[in-house]
């Protein structure tokens, strides 16, 4: 079974979307489109029943919510419906605390064993049969500890994962860490979504993900809130 | 030498910890129950110094967990050693502070020098060994440990480390296990979480319980369902209460069926309680209880030789679970004699206790007694 990136052009070339339980990691540089990517796949969980569950390190679920709710007005009914769960690892770092039932606070990026249990508690709170896991992301917790501590973490957390009937996104930056950081995370994904910026262009490559129309880099363009995908792919289009 | 305060927990570790010992809580990823230190601190704080290091939160949080499990230290009796808030680049406020988290030496610095402070007679605590792991870099950090753990055993300290199981090398984990002088794990069986104690070099026992903890109460051995039953009128209402801390009467399920339910809390012992009627019309109640129960009190009426039937053929019933039978009444001037209840029970030859629930003679004494069975029963394979 495969579930949908929310981007049509992408799941195209995935030929229909990423397996279902898998996991994926979104490997990007900042600012060129990740953020939109993940918000797109929130997106397309929720219009898919699936529940979603946001870990934060880097904003908090407030900030999270408001940034949904202008790409996917009818966020705050799914939130309701208790479709969407916050872990937000970011909020009490900085001493800014909102209350709300949908929201847990883990103390720090450090504390691990505490995101993993959250995450399996927000798995068990929620009535839905199928999930998407939204961590944005691993570069935080890797830059507080170490790419093999996280890399051990991850073991474990996608091991969960794919019990509780979760796909998986994982965010992570490019430039922030090394090379043999990014195989140890790679070699635990069962496929990577790519996005670099490359001779002034934008352009995105799948590797694993199940089956692809095409392994190559291709083009796209980045709109305010949308991917474009505008380079060629289709079998028989391709030079 | 510092203890649990559990009955049972304490007779596995022969009496305790002994001084210049050192203990692993090695913890599954995904635990709720972590905070198996907080209840040695509390049930030791009048005893003892506590040094906590704290590594994966912050002091602040640490003194917010403290005082969920009502637990007071006296100022000078309890120290912060913060190697957290240099790891997020924030300021302390504590007077022992680790300024390189990613060495495990400035971790030896500031606790030797609390050490010093304090003085010999001092727990410490660790609140993430494996963090510190991950951070120092695992073979130094272990051999920091190592030499923290040969000074603790020198000045007759005692040492207690968290350590989640990540899943680290086996060279790594193997060395771990040679190096503390007890080692206990934390685990999940079906969604009960269970300790088992796999190491105690001074002639502890090795074994498992399942286990909980209570806010602000701490830990406890827990046994999530122990049946009461008897005849009609044989004082199980009246047992369940004398028992339990907290009583719930009968929940009407329907027009015959009555549940009663009472929390236990007893020398370190946590159990749910149920009673039921053990008259025929229950029976389907009981057939399906019993099935998961880990124990059973069986109640009679020792001035009613219908009673002592009922309880017979409930023992019979029973036969597969720990048991134990609570003569009861024996306050009353027509109650049957202990040995003539004992005869007419026969072939069961098993515990019996004198009671008077109404009173409360003899009652706690037959819960205590079940739930070392109980635990005898699961230390048994």
Known sequence: MLIKTGIDRLDELLKGGVPFRSNVLIYANPFIGKDILMKKIATAGLENNEGVIFVLTDKSFGELKEEMTKVMPSFTDYESKGMIRYIDVYSPTVELKEKSEWATYVESPVNRERIAYSILQAHKEMEVEKHRLIFDSISTLIVYSDAKAVFRFLQVLSGTCKRMNTTSFFSMTRGMHEEIEVQTIKHLMDGVIELR?????????????????SRHWIDYLLEENEIRLTGAFRMGRVA | MITTGLKKFDEYLNGGIPKGKSLLFQIEPGMEETDIAFHIMKENAEKVNTIYVSSVSSPKNVYKKMEEFNLEIKEKKFAVVDGYSSLIGAPSEEKYVVEEPHDIGSYE????????????????????????????????????????????????????????????????????????????????????????????????????????????????????????TGSFKAGKTTFLKSISKKFFPVERLGATTGVEYGIVDYKGYRADVFGIP????????????????????????????????????????????????????????????????????????????????????????????????????????
């Open chain 2, 278 to 381: 053990g008259r025929e019309g229950f029976a389907p109640l009981l057939d399906k209880f019993a099935g998961s129960s880990m124990g059973v009190i069986i109640v009679l009426d020792s001035t009613d030789e219908s009673s002592i039937r009922i309880a017979k053929n409930l023992v019979e019933k029973f036969r597969n679970v720990p048991r134990v039978i609570v003569a009861n009444k024996q306050d009353a001037i027509n109650a049957k004699s202990m040995e003539e209840i004992k005869r007419m029970l026969f072939p069961y030859n098993g515990e019996i206790v004198k009671a008077s629930a109404i009173n409360g003679v003899g009652t706690m004494e037959a819960f205590e007694i079940l739930a070392d069975k109980i635990l005898e029963e699961l230390n048994v394979n």
């Open chain 2, 109 to 228: 610095d500031v606790i030797f020098h609390a050490l010093e402070d304090m003085g010999g007679d001092t727990l410490i605590v660790f609140d993430s060994l494996s963090n510190i792991m991950d951070l120092c870099n695992e073979r130094t950090a272990l051999e920091g440990i190592e030499r923290i753990n040969n000074e603790i055993s020198k000045i007759g300290a005692y040492i207690l480390f968290n350590f989640i199981a990540w899943p680290y090398k086996e060279a790594v984990l193997y060395k771990i296990k040679r190096m503390f002088n007890a080692i206990i794990y934390a685990r999940k069986e079906g969604s009960l979480p269970l300790m088992e104690i796999k190491r105690v070099d001074w002639n502890g026992k090795i074994a498992k319980f399942y286990f909980k903890i209570f806010k602000p109460d701490g830990l406890r051995i827990y046994i999530p369902k122990i049946i009461v």
């Open chain 1, 197 to 213: 910026e490359y001779e002034a262009r934008y352009q995105i490559r799948v590797q694993g993900c199940g089956e692809a129309v």
